[in-house]
Each structure stands twice: as C-alpha cells, then as structure tokens.
C-alpha cells in the first residue's frame, strides 16, 4: 500500500508520495545543460592557461639556470688561470728567476 499526502482517492490517477519542489521543463533543461557545459569548457580554458604559465615560468628558470652554470664554469677556469699564474709566479721567486 502506498501512502500519500493526498485525500483524493480516485481510480486511475497517479499520486506522487512525495510532492515535487522544483519541476524542470525541456527548455530550462538546455539551458541548465548549456551552461554546465559553459562552465566546463572555462574550467579547462583556465587550467589551460595556468598550465601554459607555469610552463613558461619554468623555461624561463632553466634557461637562468643554465646562464649561471655558464658563468660558474667561466669563473672556475678564470680562479685556476690566476692561481696557475700565482703559482708560476712563486715558483720563480723561490728560484729567483724574476724580471732583472
């Protein structure tokens, strides 16, 4: 037996058990898909966009990254050419060898 809120006890007609609050036609089902649909694709737009940032953050960071290194090694080879030099230079003091 189905219990309802309705009095009415006809035969043949269907009652409901539970009244309906909200009642969605054809026309407000497209909109409500059309712009579920809207929100998706901006949803993706925006993490489309995050991404391409965060990917342009990141080349620019390595490519920093890589002018240091190249600066590090230059520095490296300049600091053994001075002591190479220094050495040289002390050397031949110890075997007085300078400039006369």
């Known amino acids: 037996m189905l219990l309802t809120n309705s009095t009415d006890m006809q035969k043949g007609t269907r009652k409901r058990a ?8 054809p026309t407000s089902t497209r909109i409500i898909g059309i712009a579920l ?10 993490q489309t966009t995050q991404r ?5 953050t990141i080349q620019n960071l390595e490519e920093r990254k890589k002018a240091l290194q190249d600066s590090k ?19 031949a003091n110890e075997l ?3 400039p006369e």
């Open 18 to 25: 539970i009244n309906r609050i909200l009642s969605f036609g």
């Open 37 to 46: 649909i809207a929100m998706l694709a901006l949803f993706y737009l925006a």
């Open 52 to 56: 391409g940032a965060r990917n342009y």
């Open 73 to 91: 090694d230059d520095l490296t080879v300049e600091a053994m050419r001075l002591k190479s030099l220094k050495s040289i230079e002390s050397k």
């Open 96 to 98: 007085k060898m300078g």
